[in-house]
Each structure stands twice: as C-alpha cells, then as structure tokens.
C-alpha cells in the first residue's frame, strides 16, 4: 500500500458514565453495531487513504481492534490500536506516539460523534491543506446566550454571531499538533485550545448537524432513530435511497486470460489492468461505492496495492458488499451495460447476471452493446461498462 498522508486518530477511551451504560461509551451498542464501529465507517469512507489510530481503554483494546478491523476491511494494515490514558489530552498524545513517517496532518475525532459523514473528515483535511494551519467544523449558535453568575442571576446577553459550537473532526498540520503536546500549557477540552495556546492559529468551517456528540441516553436515542429512519448513515448517506454510477475501461490484452462479469472466457485476449481488468465487475463496484458515499474503486482498491494484482473481480464485489453492508445499506438492483464488440455476451447473459447476482445478494441485470465500429471499443481495442446501483438506508449495521 502507499503510504498516507493523513492520519485520524479517533478517542474512544472515555466512559459511559453519563450515558448510563456499563462499557465505555464507543462500545455501546447502536442500531445493530456499537458506536465506535459507526465511527470508524466514515473514517474509511474518506476519499483519502488514511493511517488510523483508534485510542481505546486498556481493558478494551482487544475488542477496539475487532470492530476496527471489521470496519477497515482490505485497509487493516491501516489500523493502530493504542491504549488511552486517564484525560482525552493523554489519550490523543497517545495516539500521536503511534504516527508513520510521511504523515503530513492529523485530524482527531470523538468516536462519540458517531454519525459523523466522511464529507466533513474531507472538507476538514482539504481546509487543513488550503490554510496551513488548524481547521475545525462547528455549528453557528442558534439560541440566545445568557451569561450569568454562580447563583444563576443573569450578567448579560452574549452576542452569538461571535459563537460557534464545535465538533469533530478537528484537523491540524501534523508538526503544529505535535508541538502542541509536546508542551502543553494546561489540560483543554479540545485541540483547537491547545494549539492555540500553543500559538498556533486556528479557524472555522461549516459543521454538519450529524456530527452530534453521544453523552446522554437521550443522545443515543436520537442516533437510533435517525438511522431507523435511514435519515443518517456514516459515510454521509442521507435520504431512503441512494443511486450510485460508476464506469470502468480496458484494453484487451492478447497475452491475458479474459475474465468479464466474473466469468472466465477461455480463447478470448485478456483486459490489461492490475488486476483482472474485469471491467463489469470493476464498474459495479464504483457504483456501489458512489451510492454508499464509501469513495471509488481507486481509494478503496489502489492499484498500488499488491493484494490485489491479478485479483478477480468477485474479489472486489464481495469486499464492496461487506463495505456497503457494515455502512448501514441494502443492495436493491445493479443494472451494467457492456460496450464493445467481443466477446459475445448474449450466450452467457443468464450465467453471468446468475454469478453476480449471487455475489451481491440483489438482482443484477446485464446488457451488451456495440458502438457499430464507432470509438476504441468500435475498433476491438478494449471494452467499456457503465453500472447504476440502487441502494437502500437500511439504518441497520451489517454486523457480521
């Protein structure tokens, strides 16, 4: 694999004192899964490869490295477990111990803030990049603000154009955090203040209102809902339905064995590619991607990565599933058309929408076409597929 760099260390070391459960809060259960899963599911929803530190009680660790090997899937050996300390402030310099060579900024993250979508980890890291320093989300204050002294009596109304309630991810070039910890001048709530008081400038972006913080069993029922109702979905889906499309071409390769829709075709030249060069398969699993707001085939499956050279597209549709599964959605339909002139398909439709059907648990449809002598694929240079995907919110973690 290539390596990142970004790296999000996500703190999961806090109790769940105030939410009345006997875990820790990242290991309640939520909506068929525990809330640090949720959390991790948009974390490698990002666009970006990532180095993953997830900082967990020590009486926890073995079950933090489950859950986060589950969410990671085929990206695992981007995932450090680390153990927490007694305050968030050591929890995170933790998890800075554990940082790769290479890694040029660090986003943090509360696994609390469960539903979280993998757009706001984005933006943050591309603000980061944009500003050269400290970039957190936040919310603008929609209540009216008393402050008021130790008996309750009202001093004043504070001007809330000046607040912003603040969330996570919040990310920093990685030299300023480290810096930051290095020398801490007091213990802070969040990171912002640290580095800040470590002289460091940090600005706002928009928040997202998913971002919310699990504290309360009130909290937690909140989340349950929101995903019941398909309304929220780590990974930043929203919304009952979700379509996805994705594209894939390939040059045929004389010297190669041809695999297409997941079928062997002996006596046919191969398609050129890391892999299999499967372009049906390749094109379904960037429309599942699509759809599950989890990123694109290339995030996902790097062609830099050795795991997959030569490997089969069922290889790719299987891993996508379990992805799209564990994010909380259901595969309605995948629909392909294949463009180009060989092989002919007609003979093996039924066996081939049969195969994938079965990898992808929902009907899969199958159709060929020619560009009658138009284009690369006119020419017999290569082959082309366009897939559509219909996903549905399920609300309800694959937890297998």
């Known amino acids: 694999m290539s390596t990142p760099r970004i790296a999000v260390i996500v703190v999961a070391a806090g109790s769940g004192t105030r939410l009345g459960a006997d875990v820790p809060k990242a290991f309640v259960a939520l909506a068929g899964s525990t809330v640090l899963a949720r959390s991790l599911h948009a974390v490698f929803g990002m666009q970006e490869q990532a180095q993953v530190i997830v900082v967990a009680p020590a009486s926890d660790e073995a079950d933090a490295r489950a859950i986060g090997v589950q969410a990671a899937g085929v990206a695992s050996a ?108 007091g213990d802070f709530t969040d990171d912002a203040a640290l580095v800040m008081a470590a002289g460091h400038p940090v600005s706002v972006l928009p928040g997202d209102p998913l971002a919310f913080k699990i504290t309360t069993a009130w909290d937690l029922q909140r989340a349950e809902q929101l995903l ?113 002139n060989r092989p002919r398909f007609a003979g093996r439709r039924a066996e081939a929408q049969t195969l994938l059907s079965e990898l992808l648990g929902a009907p899969v449809s199958v159709s060929a076409t020619t560009t009658d002598g138009l284009g690369f694929t006119g020419r017999g240079e290569g082959v082309a597929a366009i897939a559509t995907a219909l996903l549905h919110a399920s609300g309800t973690a694959c937890a297998k």
């Open 78 to 185: 981007s995932l450090t477990v680390v153990t927490g300390g007694d305050t968030r402030q050591q929890s995170v310099a933790a998890g800075l111990g554990e940082l790769v060579d290479g890694i040029e900024l660090v986003l943090v993250h509360d696994a609390a803030r469960a539903l979280t979508p993998s757009a706001l980890f984005d933006a943050v890291a591309v603000a980061v990049r944009q500003r050269s320093h400290g970039v957190i989300p936040g919310l603008a204050v929609s209540d009216t603000i008393k402050r008021t002294d130790a008996a309750g009596g009202i001093i004043e109304t504070v001007d809330r154009s000046e607040l912003s309630a603040v969330q996570t991810p919040q990310g920093f070039p990685r030299q300023q955090l480290v810096d930051a910890y290095a020398r801490p001048s």
């Open 228 to 340: 019941s109702a398909g309304s929220a979905v780590p990974g930043g889906a929203s919304g009952a339905e979700r379509i996805g499309v994705g594209t894939d071409t390939h040059a045929f390769d004389a010297s190669a064995e041809l695999w297409l829709a997941g079928l062997h075709w002996p006596g046919e030249p191969g398609l050129a590619g890391h892999s299999d060069g499967d372009a049906v398969a390749h094109a379904i699993t960037d429309a599942l991607l699509a759809a599950a707001g989890l990123g694109d085939i290339g995030s996902v499956f790097g062609t830099n990565d050795p795991r997959f050279d030569g490997a089969h597209g069922s290889v790719f549709l299987t891993e996508t599933r379990r992805r799209v599964e564990n994010a909380g959605f259901a595969i309605r339909n995948v629909s392909v058309q294949l463009i180009g």
